[in-house]
């Protein structure tokens, strides 16, 4: 069956001829008789015109015709199931590292939030005033060497390495003490994470252990170099044991733990644990929610027995984190920041789908991107004070934001 359009052009070319006939047979005619020799000149003129305005239509019919041919494609491919072509670039094609990061199209996208304020960032493009963000790694994974220092380093991002002492350089996976020395040399904060990460609560009944796991590995960095100010609690856990908290508070400064998307200088946001303040004990004597050695902080655990996010449904759910801050965060003023610890990273989506806080290079670099582009500041986790007197987190070495709290609050 012929196309419709396609008729149309046979249409057009059809009466095109007609015309040409008949101008042949009206200039016989008019070379005939000398007194309409003055006409002569209008109808080619007419007939030029007319030619030309026919002709230029029908490459636009044809093009139309493509177009409506394309379209037509693309909605039969989608709805058989196949991706339409302008969505291929969602999703992990292959996973070969950062370095193959040639594209300007991001793997994944996201809208830019709300809320976005001039200032400027560390790598000298635009900043936001009142979106933050501190980054972690833990468990001195060798390929945040590898991978992640290098997407940092291209974005000028500093982050905090909670190292485990007795893992340093013991296996072909881990890092090694150069690595921590040149992680230190190259401006990136190094703190404690246990000697083994062994789980605390399971060292109550041996006080010597604890101690063992908890100050001697602030004694293993120093004497590397390191001087450890603040603990990471192994698996999120005994930050809410009393004997526990009490060794960490002899030897340490500030103590981060888990799970919550963010953490408030304050205290007073965590909706089903109403603080005052970030006092460690309430009046009650009760340990508190949230305090100088709980301070809120949390991994994307991709997977679970409640979901299996892929890489780009995993990227939204950073983004969605991101910008949960906005509704906090006014006129440079600061009260909430995300916190995200970050654990292995891979080129491999099965070991992705596999391993619950390991995330690809991809998706990481992917992050790293979307924070630099919205105008996010990276702080390291170090930067985060403490006042005893008033009992409220501040930010230090932060002259581009409002680092009293308590001004937040109008106190």
């Not at 101690?211 to 120093?222: D, R, V």
């Not at 526990?244 to 946001?269: D, E, H, Q, T």
Request: charged share 15%.
């Amino acid at each position: 069956m012929i196309d419709k359009d396609y008729q149309t052009i046979i249409l057009l070319d059809s009466v095109l001829s007609v015309i040409i006939i008949k101008s042949v047979v009206i200039t016989q005619i008019i070379l005939s008789n000398t007194n309409t020799k003055i006409l002569f000149g209008v109808v080619v003129a007419f007939t030029i015109v007319l030619m030309l305005v026919i002709g230029s239509s029908i490459p636009n019919v044809a093009l139309s015709s493509s177009h409506h041919k394309n379209k037509s494609s693309s909605h039969i491919s989608s709805s058989t199931g196949g991706a339409p072509t302008n969505t291929s670039n969602i999703g992990v094609s292959n996973l070969n590292g950062f370095n193959n990061q040639s594209s300007s199209s991001p793997l994944y996208s996201a809208p830019s939030p709300q809320g976005f304020s001039s200032g400027f960032n560390n790598s000298g493009g635009l900043a936001s005033n009142d979106k933050l963000v501190m980054i972690g790694f833990d468990d001195s994974y060798k390929s945040q060497i590898l991978y992640a220092k290098p997407i940092l380093d291209k974005y000028g991002f500093k982050a905090s390495f909670f190292e485990v002492c007795t893992w340093i350089g013991k296996a072909k996976d881990r890092q090694t003490w150069q690595d921590v020395a040149a992680l230190q040399h190259d401006g990136m904060d190094i703190e404690s994470h246990t000697m083994t990460h062994a789980h605390l609560p399971t060292l109550l009944s041996s006080p010597s252990q604890l101690t063992y796991e908890i100050g001697g590995s602030k004694q293993c960095l120093a004497n590397h170099g390191v001087n450890a100010r603040i603990f990471g609690y192994p698996l999120n856990l005994g930050s809410d044991i009393p004997s526990i908290v009490n060794v960490v508070a002899k030897y340490y400064n500030l103590a981060r733990s888990g799970s919550a998307p963010l953490m408030f200088l304050n205290c007073n946001g965590f909706g089903k644990h109403p603080q005052n303040d970030c006092s460690t004990y309430s009046a009650n004597g009760k340990l508190s929610y949230a305090n100088r050695y709980d301070i809120k902080s949390d991994s994307f655990r991709h997977v679970d027995s409640n979901h299996n996010y892929s890489p780009p449904e995993e990227f939204q759910k950073f983004v969605q984190r991101m910008n949960s801050q906005i509704r906090y965060n006014t006129n440079g003023k600061i009260n909430a920041i995300p916190i995200i610890t970050y654990h292995n990273l891979t080129n491999s989506l099965q070991d992705y789908n596999k391993m619950a806080s390991t995330i690809t290079v991809d998706l990481f670099a992917q992050q790293m991107k979307y924070l630099h582009d919205n105008g996010f500041r990276v702080l390291l986790l170090n930067q985060l004070g403490y006042d005893p007197n008033n009992n409220f987190f501040n930010l230090k070495n932060a002259p581009l934001y409002t680092t009293n709290a308590a001004t937040l609050l109008g106190y």
